[in-house]
């Protein structure tokens, strides 16, 4: 079992920034691909970015390429995801989770095994 806890949600204007985190327990962190995915009222929930186990792969979903950046430290048994320049449009729920092992098939929420009870982002115009 892996446990996840995110914080860092919260309240913010428009053009603000945010960091989530996300603390992992339970398992060897390192050995999992970690995903954030986020899901606003009435909306599935759908992937924001991915990061590979060792770090060194990353991918981001169009919408907040050059406004977000996911980043993890295996030392901390953490995972990272910085917001800047948010939009009205980015509130949601936002929730990390974990795949083990090979980083596949990242967009997919069935992808991943473990998953974090989330934190809400809320920007307004």
């Known amino acids: 079992q892996v446990q996840l806890v995110e914080s860092g949600g919260g309240l913010v204007q428009a053009g603000g920034s945010l960091r989530l985190s996300c603390a992992a327990s339970g398992r060897t962190f390192s050995n999992y691909a970690m995903g954030w995915f986020r899901q606003a009222p009435g909306k599935e929930r759908v992937i924001v970015a991915a990061i590979s186990a060792d770090g060194r792969v990353t991918y981001n979903v169009d919408s907040v390429k050059g406004r977000f950046a996911i980043s993890r430290d295996n030392a901390k048994n953490t995972v990272y995801l910085q917001m800047n320049s948010l939009k009205p449009e980015d509130t949601a729920v936002y929730y990390c989770?974990?795949?083990?092992?090979?980083?596949?098939?990242?967009?997919?929420?069935?992808?991943?095994?473990?998953w974090g009870q989330g934190t809400q982002v809320t920007v307004s115009p």
């Open positions: 989770a974990a795949q083990y092992g090979t980083y596949s098939n990242v967009y997919y929420v069935r992808s991943y095994a473990y």
